[in-house]
């Protein structure tokens, strides 16, 4: 079956630390695959996708995930986190090669101390 | 350019009755996706339109149903309404190629 695992339901972090956000996936086939974000009442913002190549992705506001197909992983990072990145954190996988809805994880609450 | 406009923002309704949610994609984008977001849920997809037609529908009643219009714009309709149908309903619209972007969200409330 078709799945996204973020294993971590919360994280708290102080500011300036370095922040993790873990996702498994398990997927029959060559898997597209996404990070979003969303603040309180607010839609999702795509913060980087993998589709191929570089296994390292860069992404917008300092976050950066890598694909490591042996683990079926693509974890979330940013190396300082800042108050302003309190928010809820999505993974995603979509089919490869076309259009197709994702499937979701159950996103990961991000809170941030000073 | 404008983003993915989804209206209402907030609706109410009472156990039984029928909601209507609407979606317009961004402008030459042809998909539209619906997802439903649930306390505790995640994102649950609900349905896929691409030039006009159902491409996909995820594991929900039949009671779930939409359309979309020849200018790509959707709207979701939710019959016999029922307490857990309480949700923030997204939209979402992409090109031809990857790219989804989302609205703002409707949340209806079902009392």
């Known amino acids: 079956a078709q799945s996204v695992t973020q294993p971590d339901i919360h994280i708290t972090v102080s500011e300036g630390a370095s922040l993790e956000l873990r996702c498994n996936y398990s997927?029959?086939?060559?898997?597209?695959l996404f990070w979003y974000v969303q603040s309180p009442g607010q839609g999702l913002q795509l913060l980087l996708k993998?589709?191929?190549?570089?296994?390292l992705v860069q992404g917008i506001k300092g976050f950066e995930a890598e694909f490591k197909r042996s683990q079926s992983s693509f974890n979330l990072r940013k190396p300082s986190v800042h108050w302003s990145d309190a928010a809820e954190y999505f993974c995603?996988?979509?089919?490869?090669?076309?259009?197709?809805?994702?499937?979701f994880g159950k996103g990961t609450k991000l809170s941030v101390k000073p | 350019e404008a983003g993915v406009t989804q209206s209402p923002t907030h609706l109410i309704k009472t156990r039984g009755q029928q909601a209507t949610l609407r979606c317009s994609p961004i402008?030459?984008?042809?998909?539209v996706y619906w997802y439903q977001q649930a306390l505790g849920l995640g994102l649950q997809f609900l349905l896929w339109y691409d030039e006009g037609e159902e491409r996909n529908r995820g594991n929900f009643p039949p009671r779930f149903s939409g359309r979309q219009f020849p200018n790509y714009s959707s709207e979701l309709n939710v019959n016999a309404l029922e307490l857990e149908d309480s949700a923030l309903y997204l939209c979402?619209?992409?090109?031809?190629?990857?790219?989804?972007?989302f609205g703002s969200g409707t949340r209806l409330t079902v009392v």
């Open positions: 995603a996988v979509g089919p490869g090669g076309s259009q197709g809805n994702l499937i």
């Open positions: 997927y029959g086939a060559t898997p597209y």
């Open positions: 979402a619209s992409t090109p031809r190629t990857y790219g989804y972007t």
């Open positions: 402008s030459g984008h042809t998909s």
């Open positions: 993998y589709f191929s190549g570089d296994t």
